[in-house]
């Protein structure tokens, strides 16, 4: 099993760009999120789906859209990147289970210039 | 609101000796879940223990256990015979599920050094 997988690993956008960050689980794992890691702020819920067609809003979903075609895929959209939105990007899965460990991707660096 | 907090931004300690690192969380709900993350310089975050709120007796692997005192709302971690792979910035989270939705909060983290 590969895991979360994630892409890119890096990259640069300027203010205004979009971009979609892609994740992708092997393990059939229901739940998957998108969280965000900056300087002295641990890490920050951005969106989550507990299922294909499932999404809804984390702490921080401003700027960002979701969607949840295949219990394997949830890629993250930024609309229109913004130097607010440098950070590094997280995502996790799951089983749908209270409780259940979450398995991390290997993040995404994204910084908007 | 759920927080959770831990208080010292960082720590170090010898290789081989033991070192404890505090969390404390707020919640009003009776049934929880509670994680300690590692994160690597490759940025990877690792889990490291979890523990059932439900379940009174402290949870162990290997080298690494807790102390959760449910009354206190504290979950520190004990690292015993540090090993130099074990530096790193560890993450204290907790998971409530309530009314439908749920969340996993955490921490802003302890990076803690092992010198050799």
């Known amino acids: 099993n590969a895991g979360v997988t994630q892409t890119p690993k890096f990259q640069v956008l300027k203010t205004g760009q979009s971009m979609t960050l892609q994740c992708a689980q092997d393990m059939n794992h229901e739940y998957m999120s998108w969280y965000r890691q900056d300087p002295g702020m641990g890490l920050r819920l951005i969106h989550y789906?507990?299922?294909?067609?499932?999404?809804d809003q984390g702490e921080v979903p401003n700027g960002y859209n979701v969607s949840r075609s295949t219990t394997e895929d949830f890629p993250l959209r930024l609309l229109s990147a913004a130097p607010s939105q440098t950070s590094v990007y997280f995502c996790a899965s799951r089983p749908v289970r209270d409780g259940e460990t979450q398995y991390f991707g290997p993040g995404t660096r994204l910084l908007v210039l | 609101a759920q927080t959770v907090t831990q208080s010292q931004p960082e720590m170090s300690v010898q290789e081989a000796e033991t070192v404890t690192l505090s969390c404390t969380y707020d919640?009003?709900?009776?049934?929880?879940?509670l994680f300690w993350y590692k994160q690597p310089p490759s940025r990877q975050m690792i889990l490291v223990i979890r523990?059932?709120?439900?379940?009174?007796q402290n949870a162990t692997e290997n080298r690494f256990s807790v102390n959760f005192q449910k009354a206190a709302k504290s979950f520190s971690l004990k690292i015993s015979d540090s090993q130099l792979g074990d530096t790193a910035m560890y993450f204290c989270?907790?998971?409530?599920?309530?009314?439908?939705?749920?969340?996993?909060?955490f921490g802003k983290g302890t990076k803690l050094t092992v010198n050799p």
């Open positions: 989270a907790c998971y409530i599920s309530q009314g439908g939705s749920e969340k996993l909060v």
């Open positions: 919640t009003s709900e009776s049934n929880y879940y």
């Open positions: 789906s507990v299922g294909a067609g499932i999404t």
């Open positions: 523990q059932e709120a439900y379940k009174q």
